[in-house]
Each structure stands twice: as C-alpha cells, then as structure tokens.
C-alpha cells in the first residue's frame, strides 16, 4: 500500500520532517513577536484532562470529612481544577473512594464504576478503602477495594490528612499526563473476556 506524503501548504515535505527546520521557523515566528507553542495534541488533551477531574460524590465513612475539608477554603483544591463533583456517574472522572466498603455496598460500588465512561480513574483513600483499615479482621468489611475495581491511587492513612488527599491527585495527574488519548502502550484498554463453554453451562444451570 502507498503511503501518501501530507501536502503542507508553504512547507516542503522535507523541511517538515526535519526538526530542526520546524525550530527555525519557531523562533523566526518568536522574533517577531508572535507567541507559539509546539506540542503534541496527546500532550495538549491530557493537559486539559488533568486539570479538570471531576469526581463522583462517594463519601461512606470518616474520610469522607478529609474530602470535604479539602474542597474548603483552607485547602481549596479549586486551584487544580478538582473542585467539580458530579451526583452521577456518567458525569464522573475518577471515583474517590473515602471510607469503609462493606461487603453489602461492594456491589453498589462496583456499579457506580461500571456506568462511568472512559477513560475512568479509581482513589483509594484511607486505610479502610486500601485494606479494611481498623475493620480488616471484620466479616464484612472488604478488604481493599481493589478486590473490586482496579485502583489507581492509594492514599493511605486513618483518616490521611487533606495534604496527603491533595498529593494524591497530583499523582493521578502525572498518570493522566503520561497517557496516550489517542491509542498506545500507556492507555487503559480493556482486555477482552474469553468465557469458556464450562462457564456458560454454570450460569445456565444456575
């Protein structure tokens, strides 16, 4: 198959795959007082990604207070563009999980993340949401919600103070950063599901 060079109006083909060249008229244009900015759009989309996460209102226990106070004038996480918290779901980021999970809501938790769309992120924070925390021994306080959903942050401590909730989303922002929105090795793409026939016939018979 022929793969057809792109027509760049005033740039020659040659000149455009040269990067020097393209820095030449870079600073040519800077000289003359014009501000530009050469960049990836994949760089310019997760920049604008990163700095705009809105989170889904799941508050179940202490730490829910923690989150609160970080959206407060004191630590006002507006500055990162965290501020948005969304009722819904399907208006949702990220899913920042503070407080304990029983086994009871474990099903409601893992639904909520099922009707997000992607790209979907999910916050641990607290010790009860990483581990069971001070409930770990309990029969039925989950384990860590890993067990459930895939994790992408940990914030741990009991409760973890607004700092930590703060530099934790600064973590979830190098990891958006260093995605790839159109396509590639950094993106979260789901693996396909493969049921065997023995699967099938189990859910039959139940």
């Given amino acids: 198959m022929e793969i057809k060079k792109p027509a760049i109006k005033s740039i020659p083909y040659e000149d455009f795959k040269d990067n020097s060249s393209l820095e030449s ?5 800077q000289d003359g007082g014009v501000n530009l900015v050469v960049g990836s759009l994949d760089g310019l989309i997760n ?3 990163s700095n705009s996460l809105w989170s889904l209102t799941f508050a179940t226990s202490c730490c829910g207070i923690e989150f609160m106070s970080v959206g407060a004038a004191r630590y006002d996480f ?32 893992k639904r909520l993340y099922d009707q997000m769309a992607e790209p979907k992120y999910v916050v641990a924070v607290g010790g009860c949401a990483i581990s069971g925390g001070p409930f ?3 029969y039925c306080v989950v384990k860590g919600i890993n067990e459930i959903i895939p994790v992408d942050v940990f914030i741990p401590g009991c409760p973890p103070r607004p700092e930590a909730i703060m530099y934790g989303m600064m973590q979830l922002q190098r990891k958006v950063k260093v995605e790839r ?11 396909p599901i493969t049921v065997m026939p023995d699967d099938v016939n189990n859910n039959n018979n139940k």
């Fill in 181 to 191: 929105f159109f396509g590639g090795v950094n993106r979260k793409e789901k693996k």
């Fill in 136 to 138: 770990k021994s309990s």
């Fill in 78 to 109: 507006a500055r990162f563009g965290f501020e948005v918290t969304r009722n819904s779901p399907r208006q949702a980021d990220l899913i920042m999980c503070a407080g304990t999970i029983t086994y009871k809501m474990a099903p409601v938790l």
């Fill in 47 to 49: 920049w604008g990604r």
């Fill in 25 to 29: 008229i870079v600073k040519e244009l």
